[in-house]
Protein backbone atom coordinates (compact mmCIF):
# COMPACT_ATOMS: atom_id res chain seq x y z
CA UNK A 1 0.00 0.00 0.00
CA UNK A 2 2.86 2.41 -0.18
CA UNK A 3 3.25 4.64 -2.80
CA UNK A 4 6.13 6.41 -4.10
CA UNK A 5 4.39 10.17 -4.28
CA UNK A 6 3.76 9.80 -0.29
CA UNK A 7 5.68 12.77 0.60
CA UNK A 8 8.11 11.78 4.00
CA UNK A 9 7.57 15.22 5.91
CA UNK A 10 3.89 14.67 5.70
CA UNK A 11 2.06 13.26 8.55
CA UNK A 12 0.67 9.77 7.59
CA UNK A 13 -2.63 10.75 9.97
CA UNK A 14 -3.37 14.01 11.67
CA UNK A 15 -6.39 14.72 13.91
CA UNK A 16 -7.84 18.12 14.42
CA UNK A 17 -10.04 18.39 17.42
CA UNK A 18 -11.31 14.89 17.33
CA UNK A 19 -14.46 14.65 19.84
CA UNK A 20 -16.53 11.81 20.83
CA UNK A 21 -19.17 12.08 22.83
CA UNK A 22 -21.70 9.48 24.43
CA UNK A 23 -24.93 11.02 25.66
CA UNK A 24 -23.19 13.50 27.87
CA UNK A 25 -20.19 11.97 28.22
CA UNK A 26 -17.20 12.77 26.43
CA UNK A 27 -15.35 10.63 26.30
CA UNK A 28 -12.49 11.84 24.00
CA UNK A 29 -12.15 15.96 23.87
CA UNK A 30 -10.23 17.87 20.81
CA UNK A 31 -7.70 15.65 20.48
CA UNK A 32 -5.22 16.79 18.14
CA UNK A 33 -1.98 14.33 17.64
CA UNK A 34 -0.48 13.17 14.40
CA UNK A 35 1.15 9.82 13.12
CA UNK A 36 4.11 10.37 11.10
CA UNK A 37 6.20 8.31 8.79
CA UNK A 38 8.00 5.47 10.17
CA UNK A 39 7.68 5.90 13.69
CA UNK A 40 6.01 3.55 16.35
CA UNK A 41 3.53 6.03 18.01
CA UNK A 42 2.40 4.82 21.99
CA UNK A 43 -0.76 6.17 22.94
CA UNK A 44 -1.19 5.68 27.15
CA UNK A 45 -3.05 6.45 29.82
CA UNK A 46 -5.31 5.88 32.79
CA UNK A 47 -8.39 3.46 32.25
CA UNK A 48 -11.25 5.42 30.52
CA UNK A 49 -8.85 8.21 29.28
CA UNK A 50 -10.71 7.37 25.50
CA UNK A 51 -8.17 5.33 24.08
CA UNK A 52 -10.02 3.11 22.50
CA UNK A 53 -12.76 5.25 21.59
CA UNK A 54 -9.64 7.14 19.80
CA UNK A 55 -8.17 3.97 18.12
CA UNK A 56 -12.12 3.10 16.95
CA UNK A 57 -12.52 6.82 15.74
CA UNK A 58 -9.60 6.75 13.57
CA UNK A 59 -10.10 3.43 12.03
CA UNK A 60 -13.65 4.35 11.25
CA UNK A 61 -15.36 2.25 13.90
CA UNK A 62 -17.01 5.42 15.62
CA UNK A 63 -17.62 8.95 13.92
CA UNK A 64 -16.53 11.63 15.77
CA UNK A 65 -18.81 13.81 16.91
CA UNK A 66 -16.69 16.61 15.50
CA UNK A 67 -13.51 17.31 14.73
CA UNK A 68 -11.65 16.09 11.71
CA UNK A 69 -9.18 12.97 10.48
CA UNK A 70 -6.97 13.14 7.75
CA UNK A 71 -4.81 10.20 6.27
CA UNK A 72 -2.22 11.58 4.07
CA UNK A 73 -3.61 14.65 3.74
CA UNK A 74 -7.26 13.79 3.13
CA UNK A 75 -9.95 14.36 4.62
CA UNK A 76 -11.36 11.01 6.09
CA UNK A 77 -13.96 11.75 8.61
CA UNK A 78 -16.44 9.93 9.39
CA UNK A 79 -15.52 7.61 6.36
CA UNK A 80 -16.22 3.99 7.02
CA UNK A 81 -13.69 1.59 8.08
CA UNK A 82 -13.26 0.16 4.79
CA UNK A 83 -12.37 3.07 2.79
CA UNK A 84 -10.14 3.98 5.68
CA UNK A 85 -8.21 0.72 5.68
CA UNK A 86 -7.81 0.97 1.94
CA UNK A 87 -6.02 4.21 2.56
CA UNK A 88 -3.44 1.90 4.17
CA UNK A 89 -4.40 2.02 8.33
CA UNK A 90 -5.55 -1.00 9.41
CA UNK A 91 -6.19 -2.11 13.44
CA UNK A 92 -6.36 -5.21 15.32
CA UNK A 93 -8.64 -5.66 17.92
CA UNK A 94 -8.02 -5.87 21.80
CA UNK A 95 -9.69 -9.55 21.87
CA UNK A 96 -7.86 -10.42 18.99
CA UNK A 97 -8.76 -10.70 15.35
CA UNK A 98 -8.61 -14.12 14.20
CA UNK A 99 -11.17 -17.14 13.33
CA UNK A 100 -10.36 -19.81 15.69
CA UNK A 101 -11.45 -22.72 13.58
CA UNK A 102 -9.11 -21.78 10.41
CA UNK A 103 -5.33 -22.52 9.83
CA UNK A 104 -3.15 -19.94 10.50
CA UNK A 105 -2.15 -19.87 7.22
CA UNK A 106 -6.22 -19.43 5.82
CA UNK A 107 -6.05 -16.70 8.82
CA UNK A 108 -3.44 -14.51 7.44
CA UNK A 109 -4.72 -15.04 4.07
CA UNK A 110 -7.46 -12.83 5.27
CA UNK A 111 -5.42 -10.15 5.69
CA UNK A 112 -4.56 -10.23 1.72
CA UNK A 113 -7.84 -10.42 0.36
CA UNK A 114 -8.12 -6.46 -0.26
CA UNK A 115 -5.29 -5.11 -2.55
CA UNK A 116 -3.28 -8.63 -4.19
CA UNK A 117 -4.85 -9.87 -6.97
CA UNK A 118 -4.03 -13.39 -7.76
CA UNK A 119 -4.52 -16.99 -5.32
CA UNK A 120 -0.57 -17.54 -5.62
CA UNK A 121 0.47 -14.07 -5.11
CA UNK A 122 -1.96 -14.11 -1.73
CA UNK A 123 0.02 -17.42 -0.65
CA UNK A 124 3.19 -15.93 -1.50
CA UNK A 125 2.34 -12.96 0.50
CA UNK A 126 0.74 -15.05 3.68
CA UNK A 127 3.66 -17.21 3.65
CA UNK A 128 6.03 -14.20 3.60
CA UNK A 129 4.21 -12.70 6.58
CA UNK A 130 4.19 -15.93 8.74
CA UNK A 131 8.26 -15.87 8.11
CA UNK A 132 8.42 -12.72 8.98
CA UNK A 133 6.31 -12.94 12.21
CA UNK A 134 8.48 -16.61 13.14
CA UNK A 135 4.62 -17.95 12.53
CA UNK A 136 6.00 -20.96 9.48
CA UNK A 137 5.73 -23.88 11.63
CA UNK A 138 2.07 -23.03 12.80
CA UNK A 139 0.94 -22.09 9.23
CA UNK A 140 -1.41 -25.60 8.79
CA UNK A 141 -2.34 -25.04 12.86
CA UNK A 142 -6.15 -24.54 14.21
CA UNK A 143 -5.42 -20.98 15.12
CA UNK A 144 -7.80 -21.19 18.18
CA UNK A 145 -5.78 -24.32 19.25
CA UNK A 146 -2.25 -22.37 19.85
CA UNK A 147 -1.01 -20.80 22.91
CA UNK A 148 -2.17 -17.23 23.60
CA UNK A 149 1.27 -15.37 22.50
CA UNK A 150 0.92 -17.17 19.32
CA UNK A 151 -2.61 -16.19 18.35
CA UNK A 152 -1.80 -12.53 19.22
CA UNK A 153 1.00 -12.77 16.54
CA UNK A 154 -1.16 -14.17 14.37
CA UNK A 155 -3.64 -11.23 14.92
CA UNK A 156 -0.48 -9.10 13.95
CA UNK A 157 -0.10 -11.39 10.92
CA UNK A 158 -3.74 -11.04 9.59
CA UNK A 159 -3.46 -6.94 10.18
CA UNK A 160 0.47 -6.74 8.26
CA UNK A 161 -0.34 -9.38 5.61
CA UNK A 162 -2.01 -5.86 4.17
CA UNK A 163 1.46 -4.23 4.26
CA UNK A 164 -0.57 -1.34 5.34
CA UNK A 165 1.17 2.03 6.12
CA UNK A 166 0.39 2.33 9.32
CA UNK A 167 -0.45 -0.44 11.93
CA UNK A 168 -2.41 0.06 15.05
CA UNK A 169 -2.50 -2.70 17.27
CA UNK A 170 -5.02 -2.82 20.39
CA UNK A 171 -3.13 -3.66 23.61
CA UNK A 172 -1.12 -6.77 21.77
CA UNK A 173 1.17 -7.90 24.72
CA UNK A 174 -1.51 -8.02 26.54
CA UNK A 175 -1.42 -11.83 28.25
CA UNK A 176 2.51 -12.41 27.20
CA UNK A 177 5.42 -13.69 28.72
CA UNK A 178 8.33 -11.94 29.06
CA UNK A 179 10.42 -13.39 25.98
CA UNK A 180 7.34 -12.86 23.84
CA UNK A 181 6.80 -9.01 25.03
CA UNK A 182 10.89 -8.75 23.87
CA UNK A 183 10.39 -10.87 20.39
CA UNK A 184 6.78 -8.69 19.80
CA UNK A 185 8.72 -5.48 20.30
CA UNK A 186 11.80 -6.66 18.43
CA UNK A 187 9.02 -7.42 15.24
CA UNK A 188 7.22 -3.95 15.64
CA UNK A 189 10.79 -2.38 15.18
CA UNK A 190 11.21 -4.81 12.12
CA UNK A 191 7.35 -3.51 10.67
CA UNK A 192 9.17 0.08 11.13
CA UNK A 193 12.78 -0.11 9.83
CA UNK A 194 12.15 -2.65 7.30
CA UNK A 195 8.80 -2.28 5.92
CA UNK A 196 8.81 1.54 6.34
CA UNK A 197 5.21 0.63 8.16
CA UNK A 198 4.28 3.02 11.13
CA UNK A 199 2.57 1.53 14.31
CA UNK A 200 0.49 3.65 16.79
CA UNK A 201 0.12 0.90 19.97
CA UNK A 202 -2.56 1.64 22.85
CA UNK A 203 -0.64 -0.49 25.46
CA UNK A 204 -0.54 -0.56 29.17
CA UNK A 205 2.42 -2.16 29.76
CA UNK A 206 4.84 0.85 30.65
CA UNK A 207 8.45 -0.65 30.22
CA UNK A 208 7.21 -1.87 26.48
CA UNK A 209 6.04 1.18 25.94
CA UNK A 210 9.00 3.63 26.92
CA UNK A 211 11.13 1.07 25.72
CA UNK A 212 9.58 0.51 21.80
CA UNK A 213 7.81 3.87 21.22
CA UNK A 214 9.77 7.08 19.22
CA UNK A 215 6.97 9.06 20.64
CA UNK A 216 4.00 8.78 22.94
CA UNK A 217 0.59 10.80 23.23
CA UNK A 218 -0.67 10.92 26.67
CA UNK A 219 -4.69 10.53 27.21
CA UNK A 220 -6.44 11.76 30.41
CA UNK A 221 -10.32 12.52 30.85
CA UNK A 222 -10.51 12.49 26.94
CA UNK A 223 -7.73 15.03 26.26
CA UNK A 224 -4.14 15.21 25.10
CA UNK A 225 -2.38 15.87 28.50
CA UNK A 226 1.37 15.63 27.20
CA UNK A 227 2.85 14.11 23.57
CA UNK A 228 6.75 13.64 23.69
CA UNK A 229 9.41 11.27 23.76
CA UNK A 230 9.92 8.55 26.09
CA UNK A 231 12.15 10.49 27.97
CA UNK A 232 10.09 13.50 27.60
CA UNK A 233 7.01 11.68 28.85
CA UNK A 234 8.90 9.83 31.69
CA UNK A 235 10.01 13.77 33.22
CA UNK A 236 6.25 15.18 32.65
CA UNK A 237 4.83 16.16 36.31
CA UNK A 238 1.40 16.11 35.02
CA UNK A 239 2.13 12.63 33.66
CA UNK A 240 3.94 11.68 36.43
CA UNK A 241 0.90 12.67 38.25
CA UNK A 242 -2.04 11.66 36.40
CA UNK A 243 -1.09 8.27 35.46
CA UNK A 244 3.21 6.92 35.81
CA UNK A 245 2.97 7.92 39.78
CA UNK A 246 -0.17 6.31 40.35
CA UNK A 247 0.23 3.00 38.14
CA UNK A 248 3.97 2.60 37.80
CA UNK A 249 5.60 4.24 40.47
CA UNK A 250 9.01 4.32 38.76
N1 LIG B 1 -19.83 2.81 23.56
C1 LIG B 1 -19.78 3.56 24.67
N2 LIG B 1 -20.89 4.07 25.22
C2 LIG B 1 -20.86 4.85 26.32
N3 LIG B 1 -19.71 5.21 26.95
C3 LIG B 1 -18.56 4.75 26.42
C4 LIG B 1 -18.53 3.91 25.27
N4 LIG B 1 -17.24 3.61 24.98
C5 LIG B 1 -16.49 4.22 25.91
N5 LIG B 1 -17.29 4.90 26.77
C6 LIG B 1 -16.83 5.72 27.90
O1 LIG B 1 -15.88 6.63 27.38
C7 LIG B 1 -14.80 6.81 28.27
C8 LIG B 1 -13.50 6.46 27.58
O2 LIG B 1 -13.50 5.04 27.39
P1 LIG B 1 -12.36 4.28 26.55
O3 LIG B 1 -12.77 2.85 26.48
O4 LIG B 1 -12.12 4.99 25.27
O5 LIG B 1 -11.11 4.46 27.50
P2 LIG B 1 -9.72 3.66 27.49
O6 LIG B 1 -8.67 4.68 27.73
O7 LIG B 1 -9.62 2.84 26.27
O8 LIG B 1 -9.87 2.72 28.75
P3 LIG B 1 -9.23 1.25 29.04
O9 LIG B 1 -7.77 1.47 29.28
O10 LIG B 1 -9.95 0.80 30.27
O11 LIG B 1 -9.52 0.37 27.84
C9 LIG B 1 -15.10 5.95 29.51
O12 LIG B 1 -15.74 6.77 30.47
C10 LIG B 1 -16.06 4.91 28.95
O13 LIG B 1 -16.93 4.43 29.96
Redesign the pocket.
Known amino acids: MQTESQNSTEPLLKTSGLTRR ?2 G ?1 I ?2 NDVDFEIRPREILGLI ?11 NLISGFYKPSSGSLKILGSDCTGRSSMVISRMGLVRTF ?1 HGSLMPSMTVHENILLGTLHGIRGHAARRKRAEETAEMLGLTSYLAESAGTLPHGIQRLVSIGIAFAARPRLLCLDEPLTGLNQTEVTDTLSMLERIRDDFGCSVLL ?1 E ?1 NMKAVMQVCDRIVV ?1 HH ?1 EVLATGTPTEIRSDQNVINAYLGHRHGN
Open positions: FGLAVGPNGAGKSTTFQVHLG
